[in-house]
Each structure stands twice: as structure tokens, then as C-alpha cells.
């Protein structure tokens, strides 16, 4: 599985930006996708999750902001979002998961300037 993540860029803090995920495979609607971030000196954190079924959860530092989606014809999940904030400052990666395996994007750059 190969993963393309992009979207990211520069940003005023209450904008908005938006991520998708391309992936590879054919069983892209069997397998759950999220996005996660990793910002300098910092451990790399779940962001939102969402799995083959639609369920989503989300961390609780981008409720009500951010909302990820999924378009299984396109191989395609998203993450908007909005209202960003300096603290969202971060390198997003996408991640595709099996029961087995975890496949991960090479990440894109989300700066948020204050």
C-alpha cells in the first residue's frame, strides 16, 4: 500500500486547510483510515480516525474543528479543517490499517501562524 498525503501549507490562525489521502489497493472501503501529527519535539498523536464502517472518533484538541471523511471510489480520505490554531502547527501523516498492518503516508507540513 502506498499513501499520498497533500494539502498542507501556511495558514493564518482561524483558517482553514484541508488534507486528502490517496491510497493504492484495491481494498481501500475495507480498511480503516486517520490522520495523525507529530509536531517538533513532540510524540506523534492521533488526530481522527475514521473506519471502514464510517465510525469517527476524534482527539479531543480538534473536536468541533476538524472533520475527516472517506470517498471509497476515489481511494481518497480528507481532513478539514477549520478555525486552526498555532498549537495545530505539525507534520500530518495519513495511516491505513489493517487488523495486521499499519501503512503509512509520507506526511505533509501544517503551519499555523499566530
Known amino acids: 500500500v502506498q499513501l499520498q498525503a497533500y494539502g498542507g501549507g501556511l495558514v493564518q490562525a482561524g483558517g482553514s486547510l484541508r488534507l486528502a489521502c490517496t491510497a493504492s489497493?484495491?481494498?481501500?472501503?475495507?480498511?480503516?483510515m486517520g490522520w495523525f501529527r507529530q509536531a517538533p519535539g513532540k510524540q506523534r498523536e492521533m488526530v481522527a480516525i475514521?473506519?471502514?464502517?464510517?465510525?469517527?472518533i476524534y482527539a479531543d484538541s480538534v473536536k468541533g474543528r476538524f472533520t475527516i471523511s472517506r470517498d471509497n471510489a476515489k481511494n481518497t480520505a480528507y481532513l478539514q479543517m477549520n478555525s486552526l490554531k498555532p498549537e495545530d502547527t505539525a507534520v500530518y501523516y495519513c495511516?491505513?490499517?489493517?487488523?495486521?498492518?499499519?501503512?503509512w503516508g509520507q506526511g505533509t507540513q501544517v503551519t499555523v501562524s499566530s
Open positions: 489497493g484495491s481494498i481501500f472501503s475495507r480498511r480503516n
Open positions: 475514521i473506519s471502514s464502517d464510517g465510525t469517527i
Open positions: 495511516a491505513q490499517a489493517s487488523n495486521t498492518q499499519t501503512w
